[in-house]
């Protein structure tokens, strides 16, 4: 990002952002409620345009093609007719992975998010932590270019945090290769826990 800027009505929500997240690195960007911390992932998503400024990826426009990011909202958003297992396979089934394919990829990831066991349970019958490690994994399992996560709560445990950490690297997928970790960006409006396991914490603005 360079010098962006979003109004939205009388309120400057972003004023002359430059933000830069290189390979491998995870960046958490921390801010009270109402900072832009989320207004930032509407923008790299395409939901909202920046009034001013450029967004750019490998020294180019960034492409809107929905194939840049992969993004974990606030709530999980998990659907509540679909097992846990088939809930994290559900971006690569839209990617237009097949299910046992998918479902090969996801399983052995589930002992490091913590939820080795719960694969066939449904989202009511998982804890929120656990509900939001299986959102976390959904994100990650997908192995886009770039994952933005937007107050992952999953991160707000030590145990929990840490195994995802692990996770993260093991995620990408043969086009990421062994042990490599995707650029992310993550918004929380606390540091804690959250600081120990990435490269950078900026604030939004």
Not at 2 to 7: A, D, E, K, P
Not at 52 to 75: H, N, S, V, W, Y
Not at 169 to 182: E, F, I, Q, V, Y
Request: charged share 20%; hydrophobic share 40%; glycine share 10%.
């Amino acid at each position: 990002m360079r010098n962006v800027g979003v109004t939205l009505g009388e309120t400057a929500v972003l004023d002359d952002v430059s933000l830069h997240v290189g390979q491998g690195e995870f960046v958490s960007i921390l801010g009270p409620s109402g900072a832009g911390k989320s207004t930032l992932f509407r923008l790299l998503t395409g939901a909202l345009a920046p009034d001013r400024g450029e967004i750019l990826r490998d020294c180019a426009p960034l492409k809107l093609d929905g194939q840049t990011f992969a993004f974990m909202p606030q709530r999980d958003a998990l659907m509540p007719w679909r097992r846990i297992i088939d809930n994290v396979i559900l971006g690569l089934e839209v990617q237009g992975v097949p299910r046992a394919e998918a479902r090969a990829r996801a399983l052995p990831l589930f002992v490091e998010f913590g939820l080795e066991g719960f694969e066939q349970r449904y989202p009511a019958e998982l804890s929120g932590g656990m509900r939001q490690r299986a959102a976390l994994l959904r994100t990650v399992i997908q192995a886009r270019p770039i994952q933005l996560l937007d107050e992952p709560s999953a991160c707000s445990t030590r145990s929990p945090a840490h195994r995802c950490s692990a996770g993260w690297k093991t995620a990408g997928g043969p086009r990421a290769g062994p042990r490599c970790l995707s650029p992310m960006m993550c918004a929380r409006r606390w540091p804690f826990r959250i600081a120990s396991m990435c490269c950078r914490a900026v604030p939004p603005a």
